[in-house]
């Protein structure tokens, strides 16, 4: 049997953030139907992050990019990504010049 909310059935799903030098680790309990976007707010993240870092174009189920207003499943997790500090292709030139 489904666990309910006030709005009905209810989803379980975690709410990912890392850095350099830690990881936070949000479990929620949201109504079904609920979107990635609105599991990043409800999960309060906002406020533990630096400024500017929940980018709707950068967050993802299992490691895999998804629109902000992806609906959620039971069980997912949703992971808000970091900007990239160095373009890949940029990084793999400046490896192959060392070499």
Do not use: C, K, N
Not at 6 to 17: L, N
Not at 37 to 50: F, K, T, Y
Not at 69 to 96: K, N, T, W
Request: aromatic share 4%; glycine share 8%.
């Amino acid at each position: 049997m489904d666990d309910l909310t006030p709005d009905g059935p209810a989803i379980t799903v975690e709410v990912v953030y890392a850095d350099a030098t830690r990881q936070i680790v949000r479990r929620l309990e949201l109504p079904a139907g609920s979107t990635v976007m609105e599991a990043v707010v409800a999960s309060g993240l906002e406020r533990d992050a630096p400024p500017g870092t929940i980018d709707p174009a950068r967050l993802g189920i299992f490691s895999r990019r998804v629109s902000a207003d992806q609906v959620l499943g039971h069980g997912d997790r949703v992971e808000i990504y970091r900007p990239l500090v160095l373009d890949p292709m940029e990084a793999r030139r400046r490896r192959a010049r060392r070499r």
